[in-house]
T-cell receptor, first 114, second 112 residues
């Protein structure tokens, strides 16, 4: 299995531009999570999906952030418009089933907003 | 309000000695705890876990201790190796939840 696949690995953009991060979870995993890592806050949960349905988006910082999961093998996290304070590493993770405890993470997408 | 805290941002240890990483939590509904290790430019990877019905879990050089009354857990690495140098995240889950709450991480440096 190729694991959780994220793209792009690195993104540099200018303030005000739209950013789209992509994630392909492990096949068969029905829960998908988006986390953000910053120096100040560590790893914080932004949103998670169960069976493609958003369950908890309370961690999404602002309306500028949105996430979708159109099918079981693909999710996007969009920031529009982007701001310098959005600069961080964004991780996608997946797991199999509600009872499972261990998340498998992707390698992350490092976003720099100038 | 951070429900999972790792108060030491960094730790430096000599190779062969014990590394002790600490984690405190505030939510008494947490019933499962995990440690993840993260190397630069990689995603966090699962290391070891413990259920709240236990107070110790061991896997090779890694042991996790849970003190529920103090709402404290620790990860012991014995003996420490240079390859253990990484950022370690503590995480917790409630029995009703499907998500993990992470601490801020501790950067461990093991010196040869």
């Amino acid at each position: 299995d190729a694991g959780v696949i994220q793209s792009p690995r690195h993104e540099v953009t200018e303030m005000g531009q739209e950013v789209t991060l992509r994630c392909k979870p492990i096949s068969g995993h029905n829960s998908l999570f988006w986390y953000r890592q910053t120096m100040m806050r560590g790893l914080e949960l932004l949103i998670y999906f169960n069976n493609n349905v958003p369950i908890d988006d309370s961690g999404m910082p602002e309306d500028r952030f949105s996430a979708k999961m159109p099918n079981a093998s693909f999710s996007t996290l969009k920031i529009q418009p982007s701001e310098p304070r959005d600069s961080a590493v964004y991780f996608c993770a997946s797991k199999n089933g509600h009872g499972a405890n261990v998340l498998t993470f992707g390698a992350g997408s490092r976003l720099t907003v100038l | 309000d951070q429900q999972v805290k790792q108060n030491s941002p960094s730790l430096s240890v000599q190779e062969g000695r014990i590394s002790i990483l600490n984690c405190d939590y505030t939510n008494s509904m947490f019933d499962y705890f995990l440690w993840y290790k993260k190397y630069p430019a990689e995603g966090p990877t699962f290391l070891i876990s413990i259920s709240s019905i236990k107070d110790k879990n061991e896997d090779g050089r890694f042991t996790v201790f849970l003190n529920k009354s103090a709402k404290h857990l620790s990860l012991h690495i014995v003996p420490s190796q240079p390859g253990d140098s990484a950022v370690y995240f503590c995480a917790a889950r409630t029995n009703a939840g499907n998500m993990l709450t992470f601490g801020g991480g501790t950067r461990l440096m093991v010196k040869p």
